[in-house]
């Protein structure tokens, strides 16, 4: 379960974000939606409203809106700093952020959670501080690059690689060592507070499973059906984001709990009864 953190964190510098009813921003290429379980309208949800599958970008905002009712705001990304967010990043790959959050406890007591800190702190000292976040040794590796590039290219200046613009940022961000496409893009939404859309593993299984693109499709195409088809506003991208890890962590697991599923009257590949 997505924790609810005591104090300020990095979603709280936005106003509050609430459900609303959208329109269409854009069509999405055909050709990149699943067309299997996927008619016209689905039958009523809780609120009497039909899905229209011509609509996408409706469709998209009806799916956030019973999340949100669901589970309320979830208040993501847990930190109190930009570069406690980009530490994060790196240290939740392939590992829960409970132990995420006992390896960041350990960088605060070693007062080494800001960069020029960070990049004096020797490897084997590093690595002790994020063991329990795994891959301890990988992990200190991947934060050492981010944090030289930062001072080499930079001078520790966060907020100037930050205030990039998304392409030049992403690519760059991606040409550090141990940053992929998931946590370049959880750096620039959460820390840089601009307009991308994360997906990670419970997105595409969810979007999936809801009939509206084919497991099979790619990082990158899952990406632009979404941010094609939703306002981009950063806090709807962050609000949806945490909504949908929490839905996956605690329904739309690999084997889904349907019948305590919030979307189940939508879902296009709704499992029988006693699934």
């Not at 689905?42 to 589970?71: R, V």
């Not at 009939?211 to 990082?219: A, F, H």
Request: proline residues 8%; aromatic residues 8%.
């Amino acid at each position: 379960m997505i924790p609810d953190p005591p104090g300020r964190t990095i979603g709280q510098a936005f106003a509050p974000f609430v459900p609303f009813a959208g329109s269409v921003i854009q069509s999405v290429p055909v050709a990149l939606i699943s067309t299997t379980s996927m008619p016209t309208t689905h039958p009523p949800n809780a609120t009497g409203m039909a899905l229209d599958m011509g609509c996408l970008s409706e469709t998209l905002l009806q799916f956030y809106d019973q999340l949100f009712h669901q589970y309320g705001p979830q208040h993501w990304w847990p930190a109190q700093t930009r570069f406690e967010v980009i530490v994060g990043a790196i240290l939740t790959q392939s590992v829960a952020w409970s132990n995420v959050e006992r390896a960041i406890a350990h960088l605060k007591a070693a007062q080494a959670l800001e960069p020029a800190a960070l990049d004096a702190l020797p490897m084997d000292e590093l690595a002790r501080c994020i063991r329990p976040a795994g891959y301890y040794n990988a992990k200190a590796r991947k934060i050492q690059a981010f944090v030289a590039h930062l001072r080499e290219r930079y001078r520790y200046d966060l907020e100037a690689l930050l205030s990039r613009e998304i392409q030049p940022l992403r690519q760059e961000l991606l040409s550090l060592h141990g940053i992929g496409p998931e946590t370049a893009d959880s750096i620039i939404l959460y820390a840089a507070g601009q307009p991308v859309f994360v997906i990670d593993a419970y997105t595409r299984r969810l979007f999936s499973r809801l009939g509206l693109v084919s497991d099979t499709i790619n990082y990158d195409d899952l990406q632009d059906i979404l941010e094609g088809n939703l306002p981009r506003e950063v806090p709807l991208f962050q609000e949806y984001h945490a909504l949908i890890v929490q839905h996956g962590k605690s329904v739309c697991r690999k084997q889904p709990l349907c019948t305590d599923c919030c979307l189940r009257s939508l879902c296009g590949s709704r499992p029988s009864e006693n699934h």
